[in-house]
């Protein structure tokens, strides 16, 4: 019997896409919109204030700019995969049972000295910027975000692997009565995520605190998330509690869902299909249109050094 398991992020966007938000079309270009957009949220459950608002908004980095239009945020922060509150796209109201302090990650394994640090204090310590980012579902949908966080490098530095040190392991915290998605038993939970010690030390490896101006929203995977640009969007984990140094390649969590669909590396390219659709356009949400997928996401420039040497591996799967 041949039984093809369907996820939620796999139906097709036409369906998934509520109409109002193809009508709800906004255009902003430019720098420093993180703030600019940061007024048309949806309303949120009322809650303590962020002890993190006034890191917000971060200096914006002109270094880091689009060839599209930014997803206004009321779109982008209503179309979101976040499987431990559901497998729908609108978690934005499941969320709001993620407690997002006090928050500690774990920063362990071939480390000099393994440590736990609170989200605030980390904050602290590492530089804040605005970075407009492409961001490339392999649904075969794309956003553009005004992300804040910074460089994974800087923690990277700062946590001091031991060169043993092969790949960098992320994971998720791991609380079924807060997030009702992970009572579902069939899924690997926690999320896992893995990166090799070059792709994390890349530059354009961020870890985001911030969207819009603002602290993360809980659906984007507050209060820290990875963004890997070059990269389908499944490898950029949420609401990360637990960073480790190891030598093995870690198996990520739809590897070990579905390792026929689903592979280490991930990388975008239009050419390599996914087994079940083509991967040479996206719908870009929030607008009506498909656009061609571009190599490494429009990163090729800062990326395929990385992967040099290694043609023939299955480095886009
Ligand atoms: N991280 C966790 N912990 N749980 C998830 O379900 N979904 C992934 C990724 N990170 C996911 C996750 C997928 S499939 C995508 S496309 C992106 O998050 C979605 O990020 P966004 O909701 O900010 O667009």
Redesign the pocket.
Known sequence: MHLIRRKG?EIPEREATPEALFLNRRAVLGAGVGSILAGVAPAMAAEEPDPSAGLYPAKHNDAFTLDRELTPEKI?SQ??????FGTQKKVFTAVDSLKIRPWTIKVDGMVEKAREIGIDDLLKTMPLEERLYR?R???AWS?T?PWTGFPLKALIDAARPLSSAKYVRFE?FLDPKMAP?QKQSWYPW??V?GLTMAEATNDLTMLVTGAYGKPLAR???API??HVPWK????????ITRISFVDEQPKN??QSLQSSEYGFWANVNPEVPHPRWSQATEEVIGTSTRRPTLLYNGYAEQVAGIYKGMEGQKIYF
């Open positions: 992020w982008n179309y979101n995969n976040f499987y431990e961001h579902c392999v649904e956003m975000i998720t998605g926690p999320y995520e659906q984007f995977g998330r990875l389908y969007g499944f490898k950029s984990i949420k609401s969590f739809w």
